[in-house]
DNA sequence: TTATTTTAGTAAAACGTTTAACCTGGGGCC
DNA sequence: GGCCCCAGGTTAAACGTTTTACTAAAATAA
């Protein structure tokens, strides 16, 4: 049944050395011999332990895959999409992911991921806003590290990020094309840096033309950037300032939200107000009318990931790269020209 | 840094095997050492490696999870749900899942997942329905296997299943009480053994009271569950048969594409026609009107798997057990009295 | 007291690889 | 012919555990 490096060296009459030399293709082996040894490895369907390996080599061939709870059961599958991507990567480079979450208030004293307590893993690919003291904890088993979709405050990391400037850049150049002129704002945790970066890319768009906002204009001392809060951010911002004609939701779900909120009142979407989302989460063609809002490639995303921890895995670099993935503005029904 | 058992064994003034022993709480130690033995392990923050440990026990301490491909990729977060409900589940126990998808038409020469090759899981978890050449060719690895919303035909496996055919009663159950008398189904492939049982619930409930279906009621052949087949169920159904007014879809991403169509023809959810789907997936309340479905406690699911799975693991026993999880009915806005 | 059993622990082999160091038998060069 | 080199291997140690068989000391029985 399972065959080991022991059968394979007997039935081609070689060394066990010569078979592991063999399997890693070195150039110190003839053709010949190379030859054979295949033929046996196929005849005998011999595929190396990865725990006999793991033992000696160091290296697992895994890749630890760390995201925070509440990350990891949004509904909209979010990380979920990054996480098929990062897996889909792996698995075509011989590489295993690990997932495991981590509490969202994660402490200095709480314990790593078992993965990495029993060095059961070559590197670790980060999704999402985690607390430093993760990281902090991680420096000492110093892991390549690579993070997805955040980047920690201090030290430098290789990273890959949505271009998130850019992508409340185009949002907000949207409305503003569709003749919008008071802009509305609305955010969950405005400290997470993707979050900042879209509040950025909004206020440079009004910039550009000559607007300067305020806080009549925004809400984002939401804690959390689920529907409800996009629903009660509608409300505030309704309270504030009735002018606005166009909604710029940081995320989805807060436009979702938002849009709940409207109908319930009366106000007509487009038509009365037009609002564009962001990240473009599967269930956004479903609502009525269906959310313009700026695409996220996801799975991409997790897939640059993996290939960014192939290549410094490789290479034993440790560059501490910033790939930006692009966004693109995705219009559908939400959004009206006035 | 990483210490070793070796390590261990010299902080505490004993031999590796103790401090094996210990670990394992073998009680041919006196707790005297114990103490002594845990107090180093803490001390040095030890963790025997899984490498090693595997490599002499044969237990890799890791669970493959498959699934085909076009399950993996669906929109909808079902077979994600369960994923999920299976890696918390087994992260408690201290395992680790490997998720792999294989083709959905994967043929007896097709090569089985990399991990069971390299013999790198210690059981596996199979989720949806797989080609049967799969479950064939994994048989002689006699891995214990745990099938999660199927069941092979052949053979005789341990299994948590949804209970579809309550399922597909209570919702044509709920149709009727609400007075419905020409209800329709809709499915996509009949074959699937949990569509089937649906739509045996289904024609149970209507024979109780006394009606006979024919297939002017349903539409049966849709090749793939999801949206757009819906929509194309709905419009044949509607050529068809004009005097339905109800339909039971075997799962919400086909209500949802029938619902469109009949937005698209003016005619009015619920009022004019009343629909439930099944699964309760996410997003059923994004859509307008909400929709009435059956709940299918994804995340319990899979995390029933993986239990039933360390019980295997434990017990050695291969009873093919087999768990129904219950469903319950939830209704929202989309199914109407008449 | 001596023989036997029990208790508490240890020594060492084994698991399946990788890899550094070591061989060996020609061939080329002077 | 003697020497060195090189191509093409092989030997054996090492990785960090588990576990079987063994042992020394203590407890018990005769």
Same mark, same amino acid.
């Given at each position: 049944?399972?065959?080991?490096?022991?059968?394979?060296?007997?039935?081609?009459?070689?060394?066990?050395?010569?078979?592991?030399?063999? =399997? +890693?293709?070195?150039? %110190?082996?003839?053709?010949?011999?190379? /030859?054979?040894?295949?033929?046996?490895?196929?005849?005998?369907?011999?595929?190396?332990?990865?725990? !006999?390996?793991?033992?000696?080599?160091?290296?697992?061939?895994?890749?630890g895959?760390?995201?925070?709870?509440?990350?990891?059961?949004?509904?909209?599958?979010?990380?979920?999409?990054?996480?098929?991507?990062?897996?889909?990567?792996?698995?075509?480079?011989?590489?295993y992911?690990?997932?495991?979450?981590?509490?969202?208030?994660? /402490?200095?004293?709480?314990? &790593?991921? %078992?993965?990495?307590? *029993?060095?059961?893993?070559?590197?670790i690919?980060?999704?999402?806003?985690?607390?430093?003291?993760?990281?902090?904890?991680?420096?000492?088993?110093?892991?390549?590290?690579?993070?997805?979709?955040?980047?920690?405050?201090?030290?430098?990391y290789?990273?890959?990020?949505?271009?998130?400037?850019?992508?409340?850049?185009? !949002?907000?150049?949207?409305?503003?094309?569709?003749?919008? %002129?008071?802009?509305?704002f609305?955010?969950?945790?405005?400290? +997470?840096?993707?979050?900042?970066?879209?509040?950025?890319?909004?206020?440079?768009?009004?910039? *550009?033309?000559?607007?300067?906002?305020?806080? /009549?204009f925004?809400?984002?001392?939401?804690?959390?950037?689920?529907?409800?809060?996009?629903? *009660? !951010?509608?409300?505030?911002?309704?309270?504030?300032?009735?002018?606005?004609?166009?909604?710029?939701?940081?995320?989805?779900?807060?436009?979702?939200?938002?849009?709940?909120?409207?109908?319930?009142?009366?106000i007509?979407?487009?038509?009365?107000?037009?609002?564009?989302?962001?990240?473009?989460? *599967?269930?956004?063609? &479903?609502?009525?009318?269906?959310?313009?809002?700026?695409?996220?490639?996801?799975?991409?995303?997790?897939?640059?990931?993996?290939?960014?921890?192939?290549?410094? &895995?490789?290479?034993?670099?440790?560059?501490? /790269?910033?790939?930006?993935?692009?966004?693109?503005?995705? =219009?559908?029904?939400?959004?009206?020209?006035?």
């Open positions: 049944m399972k065959s080991t490096i022991k059968d394979v060296a007997q039935e081609a009459g070689v060394s066990v050395a010569t078979v592991s030399l063999v =399997v +890693h293709d070195n150039d %110190r082996i003839s053709s010949d011999t190379k /030859k054979k040894v295949h033929r046996a490895i196929k005849l005998l369907n011999y595929h190396p332990s990865r725990s !006999a390996r793991g033992l000696v080599s160091k290296k697992t061939g895994n890749i895959f760390i995201l925070t709870d509440d990350h990891f059961l949004r509904t909209e599958p979010f990380y979920t999409r990054i996480f098929l991507g990062t897996e889909f990567q792996a698995r075509t480079n011989e590489y992911i690990l997932l495991t979450t981590i509490a969202s208030d994660y /402490k200095k004293e709480d314990p &790593l991921p %078992r993965f990495i307590l *029993e060095q059961n893993v070559d590197g690919i980060i999704a999402g806003k985690v607390p430093c003291d993760l990281v902090e904890n991680l420096k000492e088993y110093n892991l390549p590290l690579v993070f997805v979709d955040f980047l920690p405050f201090k030290g430098q290789p990273t890959i990020q949505i271009d998130n400037l850019k992508g409340g850049y185009i !949002a907000t150049e949207h409305l503003i094309n569709y003749g919008h %002129r008071n802009i509305g609305i955010a969950g945790d405005i400290k +997470h840096p993707s979050i900042y970066e879209r509040f950025q890319g909004y206020k440079n768009a009004l910039e *550009e033309i000559g607007i300067r906002t305020n806080d /009549k925004y809400v984002i001392d939401e804690d959390y950037p689920a529907r409800a809060n996009g629903y *009660e !951010a509608a409300s505030k911002l309704y309270k504030r300032n009735r002018n606005i004609t166009a909604i710029f939701a940081a995320n989805d779900a807060l436009a979702i939200g938002a849009m709940q909120f409207y109908k319930d009142n009366d007509k979407i487009p038509d009365d107000i037009s609002i564009i989302g962001f990240d473009d989460v *599967e269930v956004d063609l &479903l609502i009525d009318p269906s959310l313009s809002t700026i695409h996220v490639p996801k799975i991409e995303l997790g897939a640059e990931a993996m290939q960014l921890m192939l290549n410094i &895995l490789k290479n034993n670099s440790t560059t501490a /790269k910033k790939i930006l993935v692009p966004v693109e503005l995705i =219009v559908r029904k939400s959004t009206k020209k006035i």
